[in-house]
Each structure stands twice: as C-alpha cells, then as structure tokens.
C-alpha cells in the first residue's frame, strides 16, 4: 500500500472537516496530528465548519444586598465564533426543569448539575447541546459529599461515573449548616473540629451509567493533616485527580481514581515542580488530553507548565513570563495547546501565550464562581440506559 507524508495545512484542512468523534480519533496517529487539533485556530475554524460547542460554562451569582442568599445562573462563554472577540451566551441552562449549580463537566459535553431541596442534595445530568437530561437518583442521605467529579468511560455506548467523597468530619458539620458549599475549603471552625489521629477516612460513593445507580466503595484514609484545595478534580488519561497538600510534610501530593479499576494511588511531585513561595499557585489541569501542572509566581509572574508522560515522567512544556500584565488573575485551565483561561471575581480572560494576547469578558455584573470546559457536537445521545 503507498503511503502518504502530508503537510501540516493539508492535514489542518482534512481534521477541520471531520466530525468531532472523528477528529479526536485523529488524535492517537501521531503527536503533531494531535498538537494540531489542540491549536486555539483548528478549534475555532473546526467550530465554525462542523458546528460544534466549545467554550466554557460559567458559574455566576449575583448578591441581594446585605444577605446571604443569591442567585445562581449559567453562561456560556466562546471565542470559537466568527468575530474576533469572545461572545457571551447567558441563562445556559434554563432547559432543566429548576435553577441548578453545576458540579462538574467532561469534554463529551455532559454537565453534572446539582440543587438543594428540603436539606438533600438533588442531580441531573444533562448535556446542553442537545438540552437532553436525566435525574439521577440520590445517593445515601448520611453521607454529605464535599468532592464530586466525573469521568466519562466510553462514548458508544455512552457510560460515564460519578465519584463523591465525604469527609467524616462534614458529615457531622453539615447537620449545622446545610447550606454548606459543596465544594468549599475547610474554615478555621471546621479544623478546630478535628479530632487528632493519624487517619482520617473519606467515604466514597461511585454512580455508574451502566446500572444507574450508586455504590458504596472503600473508604478512602487520608490523614488529618491532607487538605484538598478549592478545585475539581481533573479528568485525564481515564481517571480522575486531585491535588492535595499535607501540611505537616510541608507537600503536594497527586491523589488519583482510576475509573476502570476504581483504585487510588497517591504519588508525590517531584521537588522541581513544589511551590516555591507560600503565595505561589500551583494546580493541576486536563492539557490536551493529558493531566498537566501549571505553577504561577506571583512575585516574577513567571508560570511553568508541566505535563505527565506516558512513562509517568513530568515533562516541562512551557514556561511564560506575564509581568507585563498588571491584572493578572488565578489560572483556571486550559482552552487549548497555547490558551490559558485565567479569572478572577468579575471576570475570565483567555490568553493566547503565543501572541500574548488577552481577552477579557465580563458576566453582565454578576460575581464568576468557576468555569468549567466543554466541547460537544449536536448529535443526540443515550443519557440513560434502557
């Protein structure tokens, strides 16, 4: 059989004619197939020929004066349009039937929602391209999950599972303050609330697509002195990761979930990739199709990216210097192979280190909570088993 040695624009203008199911496929030929396909200009001409969803969704709320309460909405947010500038979809999720927070997103384009009724945390699943959702049954009422993420499996058929851990010492908090975040740092009250030991168990619940269901798994044993950061866990390389800090260890600590094997391993970073300074940023991130490390100084503005290899190797990818930029805000994640998303309480700013452009957008003068990514195509899928 004769082989072929295209170029680059030829194999551009092939993958940005192909299906999203079909251009990810392309992604396993070579390395430079799969670069290409993560370049901020493939996704945003990719986006325009074959119609799909790529962006963000936005999280926002907006305060009533001087009370507690407010108001959750859902936006979306683009830069893969026609224009030059991003575009902003507001009241995303206004398909399901009740306001909803989000919980978490996978690249498919699923999105894990949640809201509170009568002290009991209720779930949707929904994938918003196609406005398809489903109700997924409540898990067990003891346990009050602080971490929740999502891992999709396979996509034909569509099987996807949902891990939520407990931390023992939220159980007993959340019977005082049931509208505590599900995703929130401990405050000051609730470690004073620990009890000293060596070991602290995480209960562990696992939903699975394929019985529909929820499952009790092996308690997870962390120690009192582990503390997980304000962030998701990352779904990459069929798994899902989170990185926590032991205090005492003075560490970071990558803790990850298989999904197949429904396992943990803790593995240490190595001592180049630890933060440096107390105010330093450091954070894992999905970064093209791997699980990446992205570590800020906010005195130099330097930030350092790092991606794990196949041999389980940390690997420097990129190194950028952003003194130049005042408003620099917390890295979130990233949008493509040279696009990072930063925010902050206002705003998201995405930016291409590649030309060192930023492009800020605003959330019609609500408060940004998180920003989570999604790249779907319209095509309808089975959300439920039959």
Excluded at 33 to 55: A, N
Excluded at 69 to 76: A, G
Excluded at 359 to 382: G, H, K, L
Aim: glycine share 4%; with cysteine; hydrophobic share 35%.
């Amino acid at each position: 059989m004769a082989s072929y040695d295209f170029s680059n624009d030829v194999l551009f203008e092939i993958f940005s004619r192909a299906d999203l199911k079909t251009m990810k496929k392309c992604r396993v030929l070579s390395k430079e197939c799969k670069d290409l396909t993560y370049e901020s200009t493939f996704m945003r001409l990719h986006s325009q020929r074959i119609s799909t969803m790529v962006g963000y969704l936005l999280q926002c709320s907006k305060n009533f004066g001087y009370s507690w309460r407010h108001r959750l909405s859902s936006n979306f947010v683009s830069i893969a349009n026609s224009g030059l500038e991003p575009k902003l979809t507001p009241k995303f999720l206004s398909f399901l039937p009740e306001p909803v927070q989000i919980v978490a997103t996978v690249n498919e384009g699923l999105v894990l929602c949640s809201t509170r009724l009568h002290g009991e945390n209720r779930f949707y699943i929904c994938k918003p391209s196609t406005q398809q959702w489903e109700f997924i049954p409540a898990p067990n009422p003891r346990f009050y999950r602080s971490k929740i993420s999502m891992l999709v499996l396979g996509s034909n058929p569509l099987r996807f599972k949902i891990v939520g851990l407990s931390d023992s010492i939220d159980d007993k908090l959340s019977e005082s303050d049931p509208e505590s975040d599900l995703d929130s740092e401990y405050s000051d009250k609730e470690v004073n609330h620990r009890v000293v030991s060596d070991e602290n168990l995480w209960h562990c619940e696992i939903f699975d697509s394929k019985s529909w269901e929820w499952k009790q798994s092996e308690d997870l044993k962390l120690t009192y002195r582990d503390f997980f950061p304000r962030r998701q866990g990352v779904s990459a390389c069929g798994g899902l990761h989170w990185l926590i800090f032991n205090r005492e260890q003075d560490k970071d600590i990558v803790l990850s979930f298989d999904g197949n094997k429904e396992e943990w391993t803790m593995a240490s970073l190595p001592n180049s990739l630890r933060r440096k300074e107390y105010w330093d940023q450091i954070a894992l991130a999905s970064c093209e199709g791997n699980l990446g490390l992205v570590n800020i100084d906010f005195k130099t503005k330097m930030v350092d990216v790092w991606v794990l290899n196949y041999e389980h190797i940390w690997i420097r990818k990129h190194t950028m210097n952003l003194i130049k930029e005042r408003y620099l805000t917390r890295f979130h994640s990233f949008y493509g192979a040279d696009t990072l998303l930063m925010k902050d309480m206002w705003s998201v700013y995405f930016y291409n280190f590649k030309t060192q452009k930023f492009d800020r957008v605003t959330a019609d003068n609500q408060d940004i909570d998180a920003a989570y990514f999604i790249q779907t195509d319209f095509e309808s899928v089975q959300l439920k088993p039959e």
